[in-house]
């Protein structure tokens, strides 16, 4: 299989959703937007058909990443997230993806509001790695 990405060989990851026929490299597909979910299925979904957040939520002016203190964009987005729970925590995709690396399963929560109930199952669905340790 050829990788939609980079057009090189050897692509064994394909998209779970019906009739998309995208296949790509685990590296080639994140850094293009697409979504790895790592549990049940371990489904993975191309940029195109990738999981949204249905959190009705927009950041006001001027929103800041809680983690790293960098601004966001002005809506929910592959790089930009939003805590399910209190809807007042945005964060990058690449910082929240390393809280969760060094919190674990168990100690994985929203770094704002503590939520954990919404919060994990959420960025699971999102294709944050947590892993159990």
Not at 5 to 12: F, I, L
Not at 65 to 85: F, G, K, N, Q, Y
Not at 96 to 109: K, N, S
């Amino acid at each position: 299989q050829r990788c939609f990405a980079c057009g090189e060989r050897g692509a064994c990851i394909a998209c779970q959703r019906k009739g998309c026929s995208r296949n790509f490299h685990l590296p080639c597909g994140s850094e293009h937007g697409c979504i790895t979910q790592f549990f049940r299925a371990f489904k993975s979904f191309c940029w195109e058909h990738r999981p949204e957040q249905r959190v009705q939520a927009h950041p006001e002016a001027d929103t800041v990443c809680i983690i790293c203190l960098e601004p966001v964009e002005d809506r929910t987005s592959h790089s930009t997230m939003v805590c399910p729970a209190c809807k007042g925590a945005w964060f990058h995709r690449a910082c929240i993806q390393g809280q969760a690396v060094r919190a674990g399963r168990l100690c994985f929560r929203c770094p704002h509001c503590n939520n954990k109930k919404k919060f994990v199952p959420e960025m699971l669905r999102m294709g944050i790695f947590i892993p159990v340790r």
